[in-house]
């Protein structure tokens, strides 16, 4: 399940299980989202993106839906694996393209 | 096709001394972004560069740090003075007009000591 720990949320779920990671983003001018992974020590790796004009992106394994209306996005990963393990941030590109990164969530998956 | 390049992937400083990051942007790529994420946090946007012009600094403290992204070589942060409070990791990232992937580097770990 879900819960909030010292500082970054952390989602556990077992090996071969969905997950689903959610992120709330500010800006609704924001036009341009994108999903991360950061693995321990490493940069952020691209995983999917979206642009406003769509509520849904597919992607190998993994799913994005865009919300417009409340400002919510999540990532979904079918069939979790060890190598998912990482943290995820979620981005919104304003018009400048500078991105803004949400806190993140911990991706914990169980053998 | 190399990616983008960080160096040092590491370095420790005393407070008071200077600390230089680099950052190789990928080939072709003339915009370069700069971030710095703390333990625990996400990436916080500092400054926005193109070749010889600095875009966006907003994020850039307003002392002690500066950037410059010159027609040769990699982009330079510079912080000068270091306190305990600069460490941190620090990632750049490159982006090619027309593209909206950033490609971000390893980054640079800083440890004030």
């Known amino acids: 399940g879900e819960s909030v720990g010292l500082h970054l949320p952390t989602l556990s779920v077992q090996e071969g299980d969905n997950s689903i990671i959610n992120c709330a983003y500010s800006?609704?001018?924001?036009?341009?989202f994108i999903w991360y992974k950061q693995e321990s020590g490493k940069g952020p790796q691209f995983i999917i993106d979206?642009?406003?004009?769509?509520d849904k992106r597919q992607g190998q394994r993994v799913t994005v839906l865009l919300n417009k209306t409340v400002k919510h996005l999540s990532l979904q990963i079918a069939a979790t694996q060890p190598g998912d393990s990482a943290v995820y941030f979620c981005?919104?590109?304003?018009?400048?393209?500078?991105?803004?990164f949400g806190s993140g969530t911990r991706l914990l998956v169980r053998p | 096709n190399a990616g983008v390049m960080q160096n040092p992937r590491h370095l420790v400083r005393r407070r008071g001394q200077e600390a230089r990051l680099r950052c190789s942007p990928m080939?072709?790529?003339?915009?370069v972004y700069w971030y710095r994420q703390l333990p625990e946090e996400g990436l916080k946007f500092m400054v926005y560069?193109?070749?010889?012009?600095?875009?966006?600094e907003s994020g850039m403290p307003k002392e002690r740090f500066s950037a410059e992204f010159p027609k040769e070589g990699p982009s330079i942060l510079r912080i000068q003075q270091v306190v305990r409070g600069d460490s941190a990791a620090y990632f750049c990232?490159?982006?090619?007009?027309?593209?909206?992937?950033?490609?971000f580097g390893p980054g640079t770990r800083l440890t004030v000591t």
């Open positions: 560069l193109q070749k010889e012009n600095i875009i966006d």
């Open positions: 080939k072709g790529h003339s915009h």
């Open positions: 981005a919104e590109k304003d018009s400048s393209y500078k991105l803004i």
């Open positions: 800006n609704s001018a924001s036009d341009y």
């Open positions: 979206i642009r406003s004009n769509m």
């Open positions: 990232a490159s982006y090619s007009t027309g593209d909206y992937e950033q490609y």
